[in-house]
């Protein structure tokens, strides 16, 4: 019996080396060589937002939430979709309730945020603070 338990952390702890750390090094070494420029890029994104939005009528402002929460349930309905077709198709069968109720969580929100985006009105002032995106 205590046999099999040695064979089995033997297999555990090889997994963990032999797989397991150079995927996380190789994901390591990503975030280390691509993160400044990803950071850069989402900064000047940022700041393309907030110039829009200063320069923007009232009507534009209002276009503009609801258009960035389409894309925002857009991206929600696709990745709740992934989940569960990669929880169907890949995980075991006591994981899958899990990632379908996951899933389920994430789409649960979108009625509130479609109803939030539509009843939003601008005032078209200078200083409006921004929709939260």
Same mark, same amino acid.
């Given at each position: 019996?205590?046999? /099999? ?13 032999? /797989? *397991?750390? =150079? $995927?996380? *090094? ?6 280390? *060589? ?7 890029? @989402? ?7 907030? @110039?829009?939005?200063? @320069? ?41 309730? $899990?990632? *379908? /109720? ?7 929100? $979108? %009625? ?8 939003? %009105? ?6 409006? =603070? =921004?929709?939260?995106?």
């Amino acid at each position: 019996m205590i046999e /099999i338990a040695v064979g089995i952390t033997f297999v555990v702890l090889c997994l963990a080396v032999f /797989i *397991l750390l =150079p $995927i996380l *090094l190789v994901i390591r070494a990503a975030q280390l *060589l691509f993160g400044p420029a990803v950071k850069e890029v @989402h900064s000047a994104v940022q700041e393309v937002q907030e @110039h829009n939005w200063r @320069h923007a009528y009232a009507f534009d402002r209002e276009r503009m939430v609801r258009k960035a929460t389409g894309w925002r349930v857009i991206v929600r309905v696709a990745s709740a979709g992934a989940l569960a077709v990669g929880a169907v198709t890949f995980a075991s069968l006591p994981l899958v309730p $899990i990632c *379908l /109720i996951a899933g389920y969580r994430l789409l649960k929100p $979108i %009625r509130q945020e479609m109803r939030d985006a539509c009843a939003y %009105r601008s005032t078209g002032a200078q200083d409006e =603070p =921004p929709f939260s995106w």
